[in-house]
């Protein structure tokens, strides 16, 4: 079963309307309120859709700032077997909605970081192709060549946001 | 394509309607309105951008499609097509909310505000092709003005030159029904 049968991912122009419950479930304080808000939806039984999985990507210029992922742990359990399955053989809803933003970002950019501690997080984010960066938490995916410097300067001004 | 303008969706809708709907641009409409689509038009969505959908928030925290819209980026102007509304949907909202919803001017006359503020910047137009009675009210109410041309809706969002507006008029006609 492809979770594109129950699942769609996409860019909405408002965050807290559709992620507050989750962000303040993860993080105890509102969504962001700027774009760009990437949500997954749940279709239900009943063909209500569901925000059940959110990312935050912050537009800098040259890079974009991936954070503030979450992911509503009672939706999921609320899911039929088989759809849990579909989502595990997938790889996750976090994977899902990182992927999108990158495919809506990523060309309009040079670099992607997010900044992520989770031991759970961790194990998707290089299917992103996120590297470490030699600063605490701080991952990057360069998606142009790019010289030594010029990637020494992204970092230094992605970690000036930390925590993201 | 540009993003739209960098406004608060919030303040498109009024008070009343802002904790039960959502209006939003969406990056493909399938998934949400193929039903509806298909039962009011006979055929699927529009495969290409741009989708606004407008959702109603149920207490159960579950969303539902109440109204779509397709607006259409053609050169310098914007079609509106394939606008839709679910009766059965807002049929299932609690009186009062379908209250508000009917007396703040309907699902319809919001996406297309919602529309011409986040798209202003977009385009120098917006057309739109409408032959119903009923739904012409709406559009009328909500900024359209008619043409000469039967049918086809315009509004004029920013200062042009009348030579430029008969110019992209004669290029929406010629288009065609959309």
Known sequence: MSIDKFITVTEVDEGPAFADALFQRAYKKPAPDFPHHIVAFYRRADGAQVPVSYVHFTDCGDMFLAGGAATDGNILRSMSAEEQAALNEYGGLMLATLRHGFMLYGPRCEAIFTCCGDKRALETTPKLGFVETGIQYLLVNFLRESSARRRREMTAKAASFMPF | ?178
């Open chain 2, 1 to 178: 394509m540009d993003a739209g303008e960098l406004f608060d969706p919030r303040e498109v809708l009024p008070e009343s309607l802002r904790e039960i709907i959502t209006i939003t641009e969406v990056d493909r409409a399938d998934f949400f309105i193929t039903d509806l689509f298909t039962r009011k038009f006979g055929h699927p969505p529009p495969d290409f951008p741009r989708h606004l959908v407008a959702l109603y928030r149920a207490p159960d925290k579950g969303m539902h499609l109440i109204g779509y819209s397709h607006m259409m980026p053609f050169g310098d102007v914007y079609l509106s097509g394939g606008s839709c509304s679910d009766g059965e949907a807002i049929a299932r909202m609690h009186p009062h909310e379908r209250e508000a919803l009917r007396a703040a001017g309907g699902i319809w006359f919001w996406i297309l505000k919602y529309a011409f503020r986040k798209y202003a910047d977009c385009c120098d137009a917006f057309f739109g092709h409408c032959g119903d009675k009923r739904a012409l009210e709406v559009a009328l109410a909500a900024g359209f003005i008619q043409t000469a041309h039967e049918h086809i809706i315009v509004n004029w969002h920013k200062p042009l030159q009348d030579n430029f507006k008969r110019a992209l008029t004669a290029k929406v006609v010629a288009l065609g029904k959309f």
